[in-house]
């Protein structure tokens, strides 16, 4: 086990390195930012008054005909919001140094092109599966869209294969065992307890389907994001003295090495760079090929409507909830003593916690984040599962939903109760490989995503036939 754990760490190491998916993922949001004229700069006043514009906690139920608007963000912003936006932005900003911020902006600001153009091709190539539900997302515009020959065929069902395995079965142990570990820390609660918990409440809304994951989520994601937010400001605000002295480590270090918080040694910008575009990446997927499903499902009248909340999602990932937990831990001061000879004191989760509980909530600070990371982890475990419910009908079709909605309940409850660092890595790879045939495909099909806008920003109706 500890040679396949070491086997597959190395691999990560490649494909989240800076010689492969750093550059690819990064040149291609970079491409889109370019033909589509800057999209994510041009239409972010439309995304803001599509989103507050069809903000309900109680929409119109969905159901077998897709969900609406807001609804399809809620679920994709699920997915997307959570912990990466506490542990992985921590694990980030202790790796890489504070420059490592910065390069999690630039990525998030090309990855809202990327996440426009997954939106609005998944949009375009959605169909009606064999019982009459919506469907959509990668799988379908890498076949049907790169000619439905056998390379396309192939290239989606290993899509399929790999986000079933990445979200749906390894990335859902993962959320759960942070939920657990938080719990436990923060309560003393027996991991088996909160795992079976977990696992029953994921279940009856997994059997609900679609109509049940949209209810649930228009209402979490918009209170999650309020309460965490809320308290963060509040936190950021009382130390804003600081404030001027963090921004000025997040730009000096994202292009210099330099020695802060208590002699921490300088960090070297390559290693800035790999640590805050990757785990900026893996925080708001852009690229990934994974919040397309929601945004697919989405009843609206020209797929750009949809594009366009694809970039207010990324923005939201990593430009708000991301930054209040980067700023109120470098603004708490926290760091200063954090690192020793040999590392850091705290990482992850726990740095946040201690920022929380030390300069603002006292003994409230470990709960409070416990509980925020209920809300995000078990959303993103709601979001994740569904992108692999879409894979399951695109591969095996509606009769195999149920099987699939009791593994990954079991997959919820073992994350849980295991310590599961071959898991993290095994998630991590198929994170990485199933990049692969979705930038291929939407790069390929760029050209039908410069339409779109095009004929949007013209006024022409949406005529779906002219593009298939």
């Not at 990327?114 to 169909?127: D, H, P």
Request: charged letters at 10%; proline letters at 2%; aromatic letters at 14%.
């Amino acid at each position: 086990m500890d040679e396949l754990l070491k086997l597959v760490s190395e691999a990560n190491g490649f494909l989240w390195g800076t010689s492969f998916l750093i550059p690819l993922l990064c040149g291609t949001g970079l491409f889109f930012t370019l033909r589509l004229g800057f999209v994510q700069i041009a239409k972010f006043g439309t995304a803001c008054k599509k989103l507050f514009g069809n903000f309900s906690l109680f929409g119109e139920a969905a159901g077998k005909h897709g969900m609406s608007s807001f609804q399809a963000l809620a679920t994709a912003i699920a997915a997307q919001v959570g912990t990466g936006n506490l542990a992985g932005a921590m694990t980030a900003l202790v790796s890489g140094g504070p420059g490592a911020i910065f390069w999690m902006w630039v990525a998030a600001f090309f990855g809202m092109a990327t996440n426009f153009a997954e939106a609005c091709l998944a949009q375009l190539y959605k169909e009606y599966d064999e019982t009459g539900h919506v469907v959509g997302g990668p799988a379908y515009y890498i076949s049907r869209g790169l000619g439905n020959n056998f390379v396309s065929k192939f290239l989606a069902a290993f899509f399929a294969v790999s986000i079933i395995l990445a979200l749906g079965f390894m990335g859902n142990m993962v959320q759960a065992n942070s939920i657990s570990d938080a719990f436990n820390g923060a309560f003393g609660w027996d991991t088996k307890i909160v795992g079976a918990v977990l696992a029953v409440i994921a279940g009856l809304i997994f059997i609900g389907g679609v109509k049940r994951i949209a209810s649930v989520t228009e209402k979490l994601v918009p209170i999650m994001a309020i309460l965490y937010v809320t308290v963060g400001l509040v936190l950021i605000v009382m130390n804003a003295s600081h404030l001027p002295v963090v921004f000025g480590e997040i730009f000096s270090c994202a292009f210099a090495p330099k020695a802060v918080w208590g002699g921490m040694a300088g960090v070297a910008v390559a290693q800035a760079a790999r640590y805050g575009i990757a785990r900026g990446l893996f925080s708001n997927e852009a690229g990934m090929g994974s919040t397309p499903h929601a945004h697919a499902v989405a009843k609206v009248n020209h797929p750009v409507e949809q594009g366009v909340l694809g970039i207010i999602a990324v923005f939201i990932d990593t430009f708000v909830v991301l930054n209040i937990t980067v700023f109120t831990v470098m603004s708490s001061g926290i760091l200063d003593n954090n690192f020793v000879e040999g590392g850091a004191n705290l990482r992850g989760i726990s740095l946040v916690q201690a920022a929380f509980a030390e300069h603002f909530l006292g003994s409230w600070g470990y709960p409070f984040i416990a509980v925020c990371l209920l809300f995000f982890a078990f959303s993103t475990v709601i979001g994740w599962y569904y992108f692999g419910e879409t894979n399951i009908r695109y591969l095996f079709g509606a009769k195999a939903l149920l099987p699939y909605q009791i593994l990954v309940m079991v997959f919820i409850f073992t994350g849980s109760v295991l310590k599961i660092d071959l898991v993290w890595e095994l998630s991590d790879f198929f994170n990485g490989i199933m990049v692969i045939p979705n930038l291929i495909a939407i790069l390929l099909l760029s050209g039908k995503v410069a339409k779109l806008l095009k004929e949007y920003n013209e006024g022409i109706a949406f005529d779906k036939e002219k593009y298939l």
